[in-house]
């Protein structure tokens, strides 16, 4: 099943059924499976508030982490920042739980009830807790046991979940499909429409643009990032080696098994663990190499310490009896050759002000003391300098803006029924994945088009496709046979009828947000951007 999800998760009927296996997932059963009541250790502090109640961070980071759960299931790979952000989990797992308490407390005003019958069959039902087809008390007591919970809060939370399931069922009984929904839906199953168009890109405008220089003087102060220049530095250095202190330096016996013991793990063969009489030579210079990098770092930070308030590098390098080391100006995304990879000398680089010293800084390489000898910071060039780079960028920017302007204006004549220099569609039919001729992949304004007729053949705003806008009107419709209606019309109506219902749902969990007084936590809100 998942692997079909993964292939088909960009289809309309698959997104639809995500959400599903989502709401499903994040409900009471799921809030309190492992974690206890939502009033069990989450007072520390809030998510949310509803009508004054508050919603723990427990109960938050709970839906949060399994929403997150079955989202890496349903797409078969770890989720980034980024895909988190596109996805808006944590803020679907927020508002889950604050529509779940507003469903709650509205069920109480309908007068939906769930009797202890009715929350003993639904476990019952269960598969988790069945053995053999049939409901197992004893897997079921187990199950609790090892997930941390007792039969009291499980079952309470089966409760609120039948309570949420029965409220959104009685809002779904209300939605009904009419005659004239179902004969839409017909006529854009059926009719073929011809759609004309007039479409701008900024590629075509763009030799329209003309800009001074206060304008692009403009467009520089409020894009300044684009334009700076990168922070520099040039170091002086040196580099300790620890090999050098290792030749020096021996081990005793007591050293080594030392050694081995803490790092046991390293000394794996195919049969376990090897013996220290196969690996002592072995471990013997693991543990010469530590002792020389632990005393190097130690000369190192005792060296610069006592020199530090000098910010003299000739000083360090004379008492470790090393060479000064120099390098030109760099920047953090292009170091000088010597210093590729070394992340850690370069993060320190360009933490340092000019002058200072800093380190000891421990890489492969060795033990890095620093001193940044020259420093330039960022700096937006004047206008002068840049010119020719502003200037191809703020067109661009403002070859968007009058295409998008001359579409809007080509729409609104469109709505007038004003003679314009058009292009056809040609005829075709409604599709679901929103491809148009000649336009593309389009489904916004596939859905606009096939509501467009003879009296109302436009609408006052452009639908962009791409990076083209476009304002269209109906040229013609070729209806299907209304007889052909009557033949269809209550497969239509039962076709129609869930997402009327979902509809119907969305509203009503709309208005009671819109009714109730919700506080979210702010300092959370700020963390999760």
């Known amino acids: 099943m998942l692997d079909i999800m993964r292939k088909k998760k960009n289809s309309i009927i698959i997104k639809f059924v995500f959400v599903i296996i989502v709401l499903s997932f994040i409900g009471t059963m799921f809030l309190v499976w492992g974690e206890g009541r939502s009033g069990m250790g989450g007072g520390r502090s809030y998510a949310a508030k509803v009508d004054g109640k508050k919603i723990s961070l427990d109960e938050y980071q709970s839906s949060y982490q399994r929403l997150r759960n079955v989202y890496q299931q349903i ?206 030579e072995r471990v013997k210079d693991d543990a010469l190499r530590q002792k020389a990098a632990k005393q190097s770092f130690e000369q190192a930070a005792d060296t610069l310490y006592k020199n530090i308030k000098s910010g003299d590098l000739g000083l360090v390098a004379g008492q470790l009896g090393l060479k000064i080391q120099e390098t030109p100006l760099f920047t953090a995304n292009a170091p000088v050759a010597v210093l590729a990879g070394e992340a850690a000398v370069l993060k320190k680089a360009f933490e340092l002000k000019q002058g200072e010293l800093g380190g000891p800084v421990e890489t492969p390489k060795g033990i890095y003391i620093l001193k940044v000898k020259e420093r330039k910071d960022a700096v937006v060039p004047p206008l002068a300098e840049i010119k020719g780079a502003v200037e191809t960028r703020a067109k661009a920017a403002k070859a968007v803006e009058v295409a998008k302007q001359k579409a809007e204006a080509a729409a609104k004549q469109f709505v007038a029924k004003a003679s314009l220099k058009t292009q056809s569609t040609g005829s075709f039919g409604y599709s679901a ?92 809100v700020a963390a999760d951007k």
């Open 75 to 280: 797409y078969g790979q770890s989720l980034s920042a980024e895909m988190e952000k596109i996805l808006g989990l944590k803020k679907l797992a927020l508002d889950t739980l604050i529509d779940n308490r507003l469903i709650l407390k509205e069920a109480k005003s309908m007068g939906i009830k769930v009797t202890k019958e009715d929350v003993a069959a639904a476990i019952a039902a269960m598969p988790t807790f069945q053995k053999d087809g049939a409901f197992s008390f004893d897997l079921y007591q187990q199950l609790l046991k090892s997930n941390r919970m007792t039969a009291s809060d499980f079952e309470e939370g089966q409760r609120e979940e039948l309570i949420l399931k029965k409220a959104r069922q009685v809002i779904k009984d209300k939605a009904t499909v009419s005659d004239e929904d179902a004969l839409a839906q017909f006529r854009k199953e059926n009719d073929r429409i011809e759609l004309e168009y007039a479409s701008y890109a900024p590629s075509d405008v763009i030799n329209e643009v003309k800009l001074t220089d206060a304008e692009l003087n403009e467009y520089l102060q409020k894009n300044q990032a684009e334009f700076k220049t990168p922070e520099k530095v040039a170091l002086s250095y040196v580099l300790l080696d620890p090999a050098l202190l290792a030749a020096k330096l021996t081990v005793t016996d007591e050293e080594i098994q030392t050694y081995y013991q803490k790092n046991i793990d390293k000394y794996q063969g195919k049969d376990g663990i090897q013996p220290l009489k196969e690996v002592r």
């Open 433 to 524: 994945k929103g491809e148009i001729p000649t336009i593309g992949n389009a489904p916004e304004l596939m859905e606009a088009a096939f509501k467009l007729t003879p009296a109302a053949p436009a609408v006052d705003t452009p639908f962009k496709v791409g990076n083209r806008w476009y304002a269209v009107r109906l040229k013609q419709r070729i209806e299907a046979p209304k007889a052909d209606f009557e033949k269809v019309k209550a497969d239509l109506k039962k076709k129609l009828l869930p997402k009327k219902q979902e509809e119907a749902l969305d509203k009503w969990i709309k208005d009671l947000r819109a009714k109730a007084n919700i506080e979210i936590n702010q300092a959370l």
